[in-house]
């Protein structure tokens, strides 16, 4: 979870966690409620996060036009980890008050954490065009943009918050893989040196996990990615990152175990990784909802396509599986593809079509 650094940058809030902002608004309560409030923020600086949840919704029930405590819902809710919850609670409060800018902040950090990075932008956007200083927007917009595969719209917001947390790993790393992406070495690599120059981190330890990773060293990679998650279980680069050394490694078993927190999230990448697991475990009827489940979430995602269509195959469902092997056949490197769309041809009986792609197979076999 990205720790929001709140107690001085959300507007109209005396403190980062309590009710305070939604007391200050109301003025004609009864004491019951006030003392419903206080004690949910009692609960909250106790870390008793799910007891003050409940309270926190029996009061937006009672109250399902303050906006103020669906936004301490949606607080609440993300500091305890709830982030589809949280997204929905912050939405909820700003159709009451769309100018209300920490529903907005907390929006997008939710959509963050669940990897929603597309829809984590517009919220983040607001936040910066209302107060380009706010220091958390800075950086989770520019994570935003360079997940999202914009890292030359990342770079301005990355840039401002290096100089706004100059102390902070995540910001540098951010940068820094932003430059990279963009084959910008020089300004990179300064990145990076600014990044080493910072006590070990959650973020040196993920750099170094990824230089393994290039380098196609998986076992030394998986010590790195397992150092992350020791100071950061909740780091979901680190989570994705450790299963798939894991699965090049060939410990199938090891990076289901490193998916399953993650699997709630419904994200492609996610979904094919685990389905792939199983399916190279010789369980290709268990895979089969997670590669459906990858595809839903990004239906041009190709891998997912042809280990379906594997997975099909192997379950007797030639006919099937046809379609999703032709899908993903012009990104087939070693012949493989080409060859279980040659069986599932042959066992539908299609047989020019099965000669054309066993001449494939072995064009590509041999170069």
Do not use: C
């Amino acid at each position: 979870m990205y720790r929001l650094e709140l107690p001085s940058t959300i507007p109209g809030r005396r403190s980062p966690w309590t009710a305070a902002g939604a007391l200050a608004g109301l003025l004609l309560i009864s004491s019951t409620t006030i003392w419903a409030q206080v004690s949910a923020e009692q609960l909250v600086a106790a870390g008793k996060l799910e007891e003050a949840i409940r309270i926190y919704k029996d009061l937006a029930k009672a109250d399902p036009a303050n906006p103020n405590l669906l936004l301490n819902l949606s607080i609440t809710e993300y500091k305890s980890k709830h982030y589809h919850e949280a997204a929905t609670h912050a939405a909820a409060a700003l159709k009451l008050q769309p100018d209300l800018l920490p529903a907005q902040l907390f929006l997008g950090a939710s959509h963050l954490e669940l990897g929603e990075f597309a829809r984590a932008i517009q919220p983040l956007e607001q936040v910066i065009a209302a107060n380009p200083r706010e220091r958390n927007a800075r950086l989770m917009l520019g994570e935003a943009l360079l997940e999202d595969g914009k890292p030359e719209k990342a770079i301005p917001h990355l840039t401002a918050a290096t100089a706004l947390l100059p102390m902070n790993p995540r910001a540098w790393y951010a940068l820094a893989r932003a430059h990279e992406a963009l084959s910008e070495t020089q300004a990179a690599s300064e990145a990076w040196k600014n990044l080493s120059a910072l006590p070990p981190s959650v973020e040196s330890h993920l750099h170094a996990a990824q230089v393994h990773d290039a380098a196609q060293r998986w076992r030394e990679s998986v010590v790195e990615w397992n150092a992350a998650l020791t100071l950061a279980p909740d780091n979901r680069a680190a989570r994705t990152g450790l299963a798939w050394a894991l699965f090049r490694a060939r410990d199938h078993a090891g990076a289901m175990a490193a998916l399953k927190p993650l699997l709630a999230s419904k994200t492609a990448g996610v979904q094919f990784l685990y389905g792939a697991s199983l399916l190279n475990l010789q369980q290709p009827d268990a895979a089969i909802p997670y590669l459906r489940a990858a595809i839903a979430a990004d239906p041009a995602f190709l891998p997912a396509r042809a280990a379906l269509g594997q997975a099909l195959l192997q379950t007797g469902k030639p006919a099937e599986a046809i379609p999703l092997l032709s899908a993903a056949a012009p990104t087939d490197t070693d012949g493989n593809i080409h060859f279980q769309l040659f069986r599932a041809y042959q066992l539908t009986h299609r047989d020019a079509e099965a000669r054309q792609a066993l001449a494939g197979y072995q064009r590509i076999r041999a170069h």
